[in-house]
Nanobody, 129 residues
Framework: QVQLAESGGGSVQSGGSLRLSCTAS????????MAWFRQGLGKEREVVAA???????????SVEGRFTISRDNAENTLNLVMNLEMNSLKPEDTAIYYC???????????????????WGQGTQVTVSS
């Protein structure tokens, strides 16, 4: 069973920055897509950014150029770490952000579109104007 734990959420003013981190543990799952989803109050859940096993990212249009996703496939541990650097934050970025993972070797574009098996509990990001 895979466990995902997010950290780094919080409150920031418009134009500010935050960094989210996610640690995936449970068993060795190197060939995987990882991504960040978000869901704002009264809005549908949407994918924000994804990264494939090779570390190649893909982004939703709404965050491209402002957010940077990365992952660390540590060779000697069973943990995977994924980060999301969020810059130039806007009030519309306010949402609960979820770390997700699915055991699949894919292109970054496929990772952005695929269905995800494992989900974290989520972390709140609030951007005030």
């Amino acid at each position: 069973q895979v466990q995902l734990a997010e950290s780094g959420g919080g409150s920031v003013q418009s134009g500010g920055s935050l960094r989210l981190s996610c640690t995936a543990s449970g068993y060795s799952i190197r060939s995987s897509c990882m991504a960040w989803f978000r869901q704002g109050l009264g809005k549908e859940r949407e994918v924000v950014a994804a990264v494939n096993y090779d570390g190649i990212p893909s982004y939703a249009k709404s965050v491209e150029g402002r957010f940077t996703i990365s992952r660390d496939n540590a060779e000697n541990t069973l943990n995977l770490v994924m980060n999301l650097e969020m810059n130039s934050l806007k009030p519309e970025d306010t949402a609960i952000y979820y770390c997700v993972l699915t055991p699949r070797y894919s292109t970054p574009e496929e990772c952005l579109r695929t269905t995800y098996t494992y989900w974290g509990q989520g972390t709140q990001v609030t951007v005030s104007s």
